[in-house]
């Protein structure tokens, strides 16, 4: 194993050495799995309603299921991963999801089906933020960001391709095979976690467990979105504003138990940071605009403009070849730069490209209409992706990787569950809606302008809010000529060392 410096746990590796090539490889392997199905899911729901005699609620759930239980657990994952050991928590992530995918493709009744993909949502959440955590230990300080792009491109890549090979799945053997398939690469991935990750593991991790503010973020998170989910399929009644309101109350008494707590899951010190908060904020406003897109997108094109599973998957290629390509450069370009720029840019483009996308109606071209829609959005997701992930784990110190991987993995999937419940019903596609093109074609097009200006807002946020320059007001990055070995903005903690998260042993640039 080619590795440079120590760490906290041991050893760091440099980028393009025989070990970083492993870690990068599981890492991405397992969290890909995550993201393709959480994809590909949405192009089979038509044959496992035929198949299970499921009702429309039922296709709902084996959505929701999954990204309701990510969404909840994986603030806790990221402190688990901090707590027992980043490689540890990630095994078992792996294992139980293996496992999970089992259930799911055994399946004989709608109900087991969610219940399998509920469980299949607890393994992404230990294998998410584990992943990120490490890659923030595992490489060198100088080549994380390109390291965490890699990652990010690849990740992107598996949730843009996830519709075209459930189409490829679904169409030659059937549904069940789109949870099959992960068994083996679940194995793979497993070996090659146990054989070539290193351990590791902050030092100065909390001693104790803050189990109150565990159990108040998961019940929180939880409830709140059950109740979201729900009153986006039956409208707002007593009992869920009620349940939504436990949830309100159990996320406030989550804050002040993490206000008071002497060694918290999450430290709020966290967002006394400016680019911290500003990079979550804008994680959740764009996650939950790209959420719109891809939930309703493979729909429109089945429903409105009569494509075939196979054919609605594959028409998001160009967003898969673009992530692959230009994903990488955008990290080595924000290093160059900083985050502001390309997180300011990259959402304004990719909302041109919904905009774009909101006109397609049944009479459209995929190479007139589709196609330059989805490449100006591919171009946007390609510049921002990358150093907004580098960007959430710079701002904390290494120590608190998990738990800042965690936070921002639990704002996108909050995002997008807000916006997968909220805009259906806000655009006029309930009920019958997907079995009339007119009336889904027109709530479409409200549901991606609404998507659009999310996604613009968070490149507005990104302009006031995330910085370039250091605390000391240093702008170079690790490569520059002029100033030497400095931390870049998306490669190192721009926390103030006098407000005491930079501890002994971290660094502080």
């Given amino acids: 194993m080619d590795t440079t410096r120590g760490d906290a746990a041991g050893e760091t590796m440099v980028w393009g050495s025989p070990g970083a090539r492993w870690v990068l490889g599981a890492t991405v392997g397992a969290s890909a799995l995550a993201l393709l199905d959480a994809t590909t899911v949405n192009v089979a729901l038509p044959a496992i309603g035929a198949d299970l005699d499921a009702t429309f609620g039922g296709l709902q759930w084996t959505v929701n299921a999954y990204t309701l239980v990510l969404a909840a657990l994986i603030l806790l994952s990221g402190s688990l991963a901090d707590r027992f050991g980043r490689r540890r928590v990630f095994v078992v992530g792996i294992a139980w999801f293996t496992l999970a995918s089992l259930l799911c493709a055994a399946a004989p009744t709608i109900g087991l089906l969610v219940a399998g993909r509920a469980l299949q949502g607890a393994g992404g959440a230990l294998l998410t933020p584990g992943s990120l955590a490490i890659l923030q230990a595992s490489f060198a300080p100088g080549d994380r ?45 497993l070996w090659a976690t146990l054989r070539h990750v290193p351990g590791s593991r902050p030092t100065n991790v909390a001693r104790r467990f803050d189990v109150a503010g565990s159990l108040l973020a998961t019940v929180g998170l939880g409830v709140l979105t059950w109740a979201l989910i729900t009153g986006g399929e039956r409208g707002a009644d007593p009992l869920l504003v009620t349940v939504g309101a436990v949830g309100v109350l159990a996320l406030a008494l989550f804050v002040v138990v993490e206000r008071r707590a002497a ?29 719109g897109l891809f939930f309703l997108l493979v729909v429109h094109l089945q429903v409105v403009l009569g494509y075939p599973p196979l054919l609605a998957g594959s ?48 009479g459209s071209s995929y190479l007139v209409d589709l196609l330059p829609a989805i490449v100006v959005f591919g171009l946007g997701l390609s510049a921002l992706v990358t150093p907004l992930t580098a960007t959430a784990l710079a701002a904390a110190p290494d120590h608190r990787s998990g738990v800042a991987s965690g936070i921002n993995n639990a704002i996108s999937r909050t995002g997008g569950l807000l916006a997968v419940a909220a805009l259906p019903p806000l655009a006029g596609i309930t009920g019958d809606a997907f079995n009339d093109p007119a009336r889904f074609a027109a709530g479409f097009a409200t549901a991606m302008h609404a998507s659009a200006g999310l996604i613009a807002l968070g490149g507005v946020l990104a302009l006031f809010t995330i910085r370039d320059q250091l605390p000391d007001g240093r702008t170079a990055c690790p490569h520059s000529r002029t100033l030497g070995p400095r931390r870049c903005p998306v490669d190192g903690s ?9 501890a002994a042993g971290s660094p502080s640039g």
């Fill in 315 to 362: 028409a998001l290629l160009p967003v898969t070849l673009l992530m692959l390509v230009l994903s990488p450069r955008a990290g080595a370009l924000a290093e160059r730069l900083g985050p502001r720029r390309p997180m300011t840019a990259g959402p304004l483009v990719m909302a041109t490209g919904l905009v774009l996308i909101a006109r397609l109606d049944a």
């Fill in 494 to 502: 721009p926390l103030q060392p006098d407000n005491g998260l930079v």
């Fill in 145 to 189: 960001a390109r390291a965490i792009g890699a990652w990010a491109g690849l990740g992107g890549i598996a949730a843009a391709v996830g519709p075209l090979l459930g189409g490829v799945l679904i169409g030659t053997l059937g549904w069940r095979a789109i949870f099959w398939i992960n068994v083996p690469v679940t194995a793979a991935v």
């Fill in 263 to 291: 060694e918290p899951m999450m430290p709020l010190e966290l967002f006394t940071s400016r680019q911290f908060s500003g990079t979550n904020l804008v994680t959740f406003v764009v996650y939950g605009g790209m959420a």
